[in-house]
């Protein structure tokens, strides 16, 4: 029995694409990274411009008050000889830096030298002013030097250097990003992706392993695959187990299969109300039950059978009410259309809300042996006529009749001569008188009369329906007369026998068939003794 | 002139100046001079070339006696020489203000104050006579 092989990979592909790209850890962790250190440099960079622009600025002045400074003896020489010469060369000096845009040297009253583009009002009260004091009296001052800062110049400056930085900031930014994003992967994404492909590639029931990944035997990966590798070894057991088990159920499903589905009873299940649930092939044939399976489904079994007594609805009463088996003989008609006798059993389902298993034996041949002896018990075997068992059983069956206004009759008739006939002729010819004497006797009365032999030579006709005596007395009359006709036994033998019989009629209900048989007995017997060959009515009683 | 000469020269001069250095210094002009006297700080800038021309537009001559130059601007201004030098050696780059003309002695400033009624000059007090007109004393 090999146990059917699952994979991993059995799964459609679609949900199992190997993850690659975009959707990878990596990528997604250093988009995130990058993402964030940009911003957060973006942030930096903006934030830091005017705070570096001003810095620079800051820088930049303080720079030029330096210069200032380092040209201010000359300058202070100048404007108190008052040498424009001098002060020229000092200003065309300080326009060689570039962060000064204009410079002028004026004492008191007039400019001594100038240099630059001179600036219009508005800026002018943005220069730097160094009072220039005499080069032998710190207290006597004589002049000022100006110096207008190129604040485009420094702008640019600063803007230079804030560029500067900010390009610094996403070079670290990119590089810490890259570094993360490279460990990461190696660190992270590349375990879990040796691990994910070996899991999807795994044949479960073969029993192979999650390898551990490479470097990741001693952390959480590591833990993880052997988690993994634990597991599939417990469903690889279970696999094992569930199949085995799968596998003698299912023989042994088949097994009871093929017994329930060749078994020549009818095997059947029935729900609470009694109607059909599951069968087998033979019940199927047993009640004619519609070829389609579910189209026999829901049919009630007392309908299928002929349950005039609601046999069936006592049946599962009784089991309803705690009996463990009950059964009882129903007739039905089966797929060829014949009449057939069925023995039900029935026994409830334990557990199974009311449902009762049943089985059906076919009693056909039971039933008919049983019907044909008792058949033969109520026969005489000589004449085929009723013996007095089977007179008694007829009578008791009519006496039961409640008829309205019509009386029954009886007939005793008793053979005159017949002892000489067999004492001359022997027991076959008188045997056989004995049955020419029955089929004459059953010509003779009415299709729906009784005839029995009840002794040697004695007979009974039992009269049904009899509305008035003057019709018993017209069939004794006709059987007398017919009786009294010779007889050709044995060969062409003639014999001539006679009767003498009893009449007795009575109306509902009837005496006892003894009581009846007495009286008539008595009549048949006044008639024997007025001499033979006669009918006698029997008085009332 | 060489050292061996001047050195011992400079040396008998210093030793010679001993009751001279004591005296005071004037600043002197021809009688005839327009400028009447002068303030220190009108001397300072006479001196020191800030002030060139007199308000009637007359030049001045400015004259200075070389032995007495240290003393003289060491009261005037309260600077050693070396400043001084260092001063006129700016200017004389750009060639516009001319550094005060100097002679060798107190009497060579006399004669050419007594010639010259633009020139004005120091001496010490006791080299004073007739020909010249103090317009300023410099107190020590």
Same mark, same amino acid.
């Given at each position: 029995?090999?146990?059917?092989?699952?994979?991993?990979?059995?799964?459609?592909?679609?949900?199992?694409?190997?993850?690659?790209?975009?959707?990878?850890?990596?990528?997604?962790?250093?988009?995130?990274?990058?993402?964030?250190?940009?911003?957060?440099?973006?942030?930096?960079?903006?934030?830091?411009?005017?705070?570096?622009?001003?810095?620079?600025?800051?820088?930049?002045?303080?720079?030029?008050?330096?210069?200032?400074?380092?040209?201010?003896?000359?300058?202070?020489?100048?404007?108190?000889?008052?040498?424009?010469?001098?002060?020229?060369?000092?200003?065309?000096?300080?326009?060689?830096?570039?962060?000064?845009?204009?410079?002028?040297?004026? +004492?008191?009253?007039?400019?001594?030298?100038?240099?630059?583009?001179?600036?219009?009002?508005?800026?002018?009260?943005?220069?730097?002013?160094?009072?220039?004091?005499?080069?032998? +009296?710190? +207290?006597?001052?004589?002049?000022?030097?100006?110096?207008?800062?190129?604040?485009?110049?420094?702008?640019?400056?600063?803007?230079?250097?804030?560029?500067?930085?900010?390009?610094?900031?996403?070079?670290?930014?990119?590089?810490?990003?890259?570094?993360?994003?490279?460990?990461?992967?190696?660190?992270?994404?590349?375990?879990?992706?040796?691990?994910?492909?070996?899991?999807?590639?795994?044949?479960?029931?073969?029993?192979?392993?999650?390898?551990?990944?490479?470097?990741?035997?001693?952390?959480?990966?590591?833990?993880?695959?052997?988690?993994?590798?634990?597991?599939?070894?417990?469903?690889?057991?279970?696999?094992?187990?569930?199949?085995?088990?799968?596998?003698?159920?299912?023989?042994?499903?088949?097994?009871w299969?093929?017994i329930f589905?060749?078994a020549e009873s009818g095997l059947f299940t029935l729900d609470a109300e009694g109607r059909l649930s599951d069968w087998n092939?033979a019940l199927a044939?047993a009640l004619?039950l519609?070829?389609?399976?579910?189209?026999g489904e829901g049919l009630r079994l007392a309908d299928r059978l002929l349950d005039t007594e609601a046999g069936v609805e006592r049946m599962l009463q009784a089991i309803r009410a705690g009996a463990e088996v009950v059964e009882a003989d129903f007739e039905c008609?089966n797929?060829?259309?014949?009449?057939r006798w069925l023995h039900i059993v029935l026994n409830p389902l334990e557990g199974e809300g009311g449902m009762v298993q049943g089985i059906a034996s076919d009693v056909t041949e039971r039933k008919?042996?049983e019907?044909?002896?008792?058949?033969?018990?109520?026969?005489?075997?000589?004449?085929?006529?009723?013996?007095?068992?089977?007179?008694?059983?007829?009578?008791?069956?009519?006496?039961?009749?409640?008829?309205?206004?019509?009386?029954?009759?009886?007939?005793?008739?008793?053979?005159?001569?017949?002892?000489?006939?067999?004492?001359?002729?022997?027991?076959?010819?008188?045997?056989?008188?004995?049955?020419?004497?029955?089929?004459?006797?059953?010509?003779?009365?009415?299709?729906?009369?009784?005839?029995?032999?009840?002794?040697?030579?004695?007979?009974?006709?039992?009269?049904?329906?009899?509305?008035?005596?003057?019709?018993?007395?017209?069939?004794?009359?006709?059987?007398?007369?017919?009786?009294?006709?010779?007889?050709?036994?044995?060969?062409?033998?003639?014999?001539?026998?006679?009767?003498?019989?009893?009449?007795?009629?009575?109306?509902?209900?009837?005496?006892?068939?003894?009581?009846?048989?007495?009286?008539?007995?008595?009549?048949?017997?006044?008639?024997?003794?007025?001499?033979?060959?006669?009918?006698?009515?029997?008085?009332?009683? | 002139?060489?050292?061996?000469?001047?050195?011992?020269?400079?040396?008998?001069?210093?030793?010679?100046?001993?009751?001279?250095?004591?005296?005071?210094?004037?600043?002197?002009?021809?009688?005839?001079?327009?400028?009447?006297?002068?303030?220190?700080?009108?001397?300072?800038?006479?001196?020191?070339?800030?002030?060139?021309?007199?308000?009637?537009?007359?030049?001045?001559?400015?004259?200075?006696?070389?032995?007495?130059?240290?003393?003289?601007?060491?009261?005037?201004?309260?600077?050693?020489?070396?400043?001084?030098?260092?001063?006129?050696?700016?200017?004389?780059?750009?060639?516009?203000?001319?550094?005060?003309?100097?002679?060798?002695?107190?009497?060579?400033?006399?004669?050419?104050?007594?010639?010259?009624?633009?020139?004005?000059?120091?001496?010490?007090?006791?080299?004073?006579?007739?020909?010249?007109?103090?317009?300023?004393?410099?107190?020590?």
């Amino acid at each position: 029995m090999t146990p059917e092989r699952s994979s991993f990979s059995d799964v459609p592909a679609r949900g199992f694409e190997r993850v690659t790209g975009v959707r990878s850890i990596a990528f997604r962790t250093t988009a995130r990274i990058l993402l964030f250190g940009g911003v957060v440099g973006a942030v930096v960079a903006l934030g830091s411009a005017p705070l570096i622009e001003s810095r620079e600025h800051a820088r930049l002045e303080h720079a030029l008050v330096e210069v200032m400074a380092t040209v201010e003896r000359t300058a202070r020489v100048a404007v108190f000889a008052r040498d424009e010469t001098l002060a020229a060369e000092v200003v065309t000096g300080l326009i060689q830096s570039r962060s000064v845009a204009y410079a002028v040297i004026e +004492d008191s009253d007039a400019v001594l030298a100038a240099a630059g583009q001179a600036p219009d009002d508005a800026r002018a009260s943005a220069a730097l002013v160094r009072t220039l004091s005499s080069p032998f +009296d710190e +207290d006597e001052a004589v002049g000022r030097l100006r110096v207008l800062p190129a604040t485009a110049f420094i702008a640019e400056q600063a803007a230079v250097y804030s560029q500067l930085l900010a390009a610094l900031l996403a070079v670290l930014v990119v590089s810490i990003t890259l570094g993360v994003a490279w460990l990461v992967r190696r660190g992270v994404t590349c375990g879990i992706r040796a691990l994910s492909d070996g899991l999807h590639g795994l044949d479960v029931a073969a029993g192979t392993k999650v390898e551990v990944p490479a470097g990741h035997a001693r952390d959480e990966l590591g833990r993880l695959a052997k988690d993994i590798n634990a597991l599939l070894a417990r469903v690889d057991d279970a696999l094992e187990r569930e199949h085995a088990t799968q596998a003698l159920l299912a023989a042994s499903e088949r097994k009871w299969r093929r017994i329930f589905e060749s078994a020549e009873s009818g095997l059947f299940t029935l729900d609470a109300e009694g109607r059909l649930s599951d069968w087998n092939p033979a019940l199927a044939a047993a009640l004619a039950l519609p070829a389609e399976r579910a189209a026999g489904e829901g049919l009630r079994l007392a309908d299928r059978l002929l349950d005039t007594e609601a046999g069936v609805e006592r049946m599962l009463q009784a089991i309803r009410a705690g009996a463990e088996v009950v059964e009882a003989d129903f007739e039905c008609g089966n797929l060829k259309g014949e009449m057939r006798w069925l023995h039900i059993v029935l026994n409830p389902l334990e557990g199974e809300g009311g449902m009762v298993q049943g089985i059906a034996s076919d009693v056909t041949e039971r039933k008919r042996a049983e019907a044909l002896a008792r058949a033969q018990a109520a026969r005489d075997a000589l004449t085929g006529l009723l013996n007095r068992r089977g007179l008694e059983e007829v009578y008791a069956r009519v006496a039961r009749h409640d008829h309205d206004a019509a009386g029954l009759g009886l007939l005793l008739i008793d053979l005159d001569g017949f002892k000489a006939v067999n004492d001359s002729h022997g027991h076959e010819a008188g045997d056989e008188l004995l049955r020419v004497v029955a089929r004459r006797i059953e010509t003779v009365v009415r299709r729906t009369d009784k005839v029995a032999r009840v002794g040697g030579d004695e007979f009974v006709v039992l009269l049904d329906r009899l509305n008035s005596v003057s019709v018993a007395r017209n069939i004794a009359a006709k059987l007398v007369d017919s009786l009294a006709q010779p007889f050709s036994v044995r060969g062409g033998v003639q014999v001539s026998i006679g009767a003498s019989i009893g009449v007795v009629h009575t109306q509902y209900p009837p005496a006892q068939a003894s009581e009846l048989l007495r009286r008539a007995d008595a009549a048949m017997y006044e008639a024997k003794k007025s001499g033979k060959s006669q009918y006698r009515i029997a008085f009332p009683a | 002139m060489s050292a061996r000469i001047l050195l011992p020269a400079i040396f008998a001069l210093l030793l010679s100046t001993q009751p001279v250095r004591a005296e005071v210094l004037v600043v002197i002009a021809h009688p005839d001079s327009p400028i009447g006297t002068l303030s220190r700080e009108q001397a300072t800038h006479l001196f020191l070339g800030r002030v060139k021309l007199l308000p009637s537009g007359a030049r001045v001559k400015v004259v200075e006696v070389e032995p007495l130059r240290e003393t003289f601007y060491r009261q005037l201004v309260r600077r050693e020489i070396a400043e001084i030098n260092a001063y006129w050696a700016r200017l004389k780059f750009s060639g516009r203000t001319q550094p005060p003309h100097r002679v060798p002695d107190a009497a060579a400033a006399m004669a050419l104050v007594a010639s010259d009624p633009s020139a004005i000059a120091f001496v010490e007090g006791g080299s004073l006579d007739a020909r010249a007109r103090v317009l300023f004393r410099l107190d020590p």
